[in-house]
């Protein structure tokens, strides 16, 4: 005749399930905030940071356009007088207009090249995400009926040494929940 196991205990058990179904809350949300961030990041790219940059262009290239008036005013009025503050401050200005036309011409090639760059990358992501909530959440279920099945099986393995030995006594569900006949 086969031999029986010996349930005492499904705690560990539901201590697993309980802290995969903490595991799948925890990164279904950090995985929803990372494509979410990959949105977010496109759009400020195209809409603000974009708007940003140009607003500011035209600033300096105002800027710059005042300085060299101020420069061909002065050096009508006094030729002889040496204008290198001025030429400085242009020169300056102008480095300015051309570190911001970078960034402009680095965020538009960025803004071409960022959906077949990132894209991908989020749709790993998105993939990561389906894979927990679905292969994940059916680990939990089966983990529910081995939860099940053990508590049935130690239900009836009691129920079976109670009628061998003649004592009733209710069935172990965890080591927390057993009761204690002879005090």
Known sequence: MAQ?????????IDAFRSNLIVYI???????????????????????????ELL???????????????????DQLQDPDKSHTVQEMAIRK??????????????LKHWLKVFDSEVAPLVKDVDKLKDLI?????????????????????AEMTISQEAETTGVASGPVESEDRQTNDDA
Request: hydrophobic share 35%.
């Open 4 to 12: 029986n196991a010996n349930v005492r205990s499904i705690d560990s």
């Open 133 to 153: 909530d679905t292969d994940l959440a059916k680990g939990v279920a089966t983990l529910n009926k081995i939860i099940t099945t053990l508590q049935e099986y």
């Open 55 to 73: 607003t500011l262009l035209r600033k300096k290239q105002r800027h710059l356009e005042n300085l060299q008036q101020e420069l061909f005013s």
């Open 25 to 51: 809350e925890k990164s279904c949300a950090v995985l929803d905030e990372v494509s979410d961030e990959a949105k977010r990041l496109r759009m400020w790219l195209q809409n603000q940071r974009k708007q």
């Open 93 to 106: 200005t102008k480095r300015e207009v051309m570190d911001i036309e970078e960034k402009l011409w680095k």
